[in-house]
């Protein structure tokens, strides 16, 4: 991806990367495979999510976690609940392995994984989809300005979020 931080990445070598389906995924892959082999991995996957792991490149150990939601019509109070067990596992698998960057691209399981790594002083850089041209996820409206890196696929949405770089897109 064009205009990463080199100083960060230079400092890498244990990456935590959280997954979910569909798109979120594909591009989560795709920029797994443009920062290589080199990198020992930590593959964060929804408790339920039995494909995902089959499509996984380039090993790492793989850690299931509890998806905030099941459901699209799931009630907030268990969702809140998910959220904080995701939240608690997250803390708990990123203080025994320690990665020193988490990375995604706007699935779900993001923002707890992500204020997980927060609390323990691990970075984390975000990867808007590429299906936002022209407005943010609630994932990114929720990281925005609380990660290391933030960076969006589309020049007209980094011309309206200040915060954001644009860094190209990864599919």
């Known amino acids: 991806m064009v205009g990463l931080s080199l100083t960060l990445w230079y400092t890498m070598t244990k990456i935590g990367v959280v997954l979910g389906r569909g798109g979120h995924t594909a591009q989560t892959f795709a920029l797994v495979d443009l920062l290589g082999e080199s990198f020992t991995y930590i593959y964060l996957i929804g408790l339920l999510d039995r494909l995902t792991p089959k499509k996984i490149r380039i090993p790492g150990k793989v850690l299931r976690v509890l998806t905030p939601r099941l459901l699209p019509d799931d009630s907030r109070i268990l969702s809140v609940m998910r959220t904080s067990v995701t939240f608690l596992l997250s803390f708990l698998y990123f203080a025994i392995l320690q990665p020193t960057v988490v990375i ?68």
Do not use: H, N
């Open 104 to 171: 995604s691209c706007g699935t779900g399981l993001t923002v707890p994984t992500f204020f997980a790594a927060r609390v323990l002083g691990i970075k984390t850089v975000y990867v808007e989809s590429m299906s936002r041209v022209d407005s943010l996820s609630m994932t990114g409206r929720l990281l925005l300005g609380k990660t290391e890196l933030f960076f969006v696929q589309w020049p007209q949405l980094a011309s309206k979020i200040p915060a954001a770089r644009y860094g190209g897109q990864l599919l």
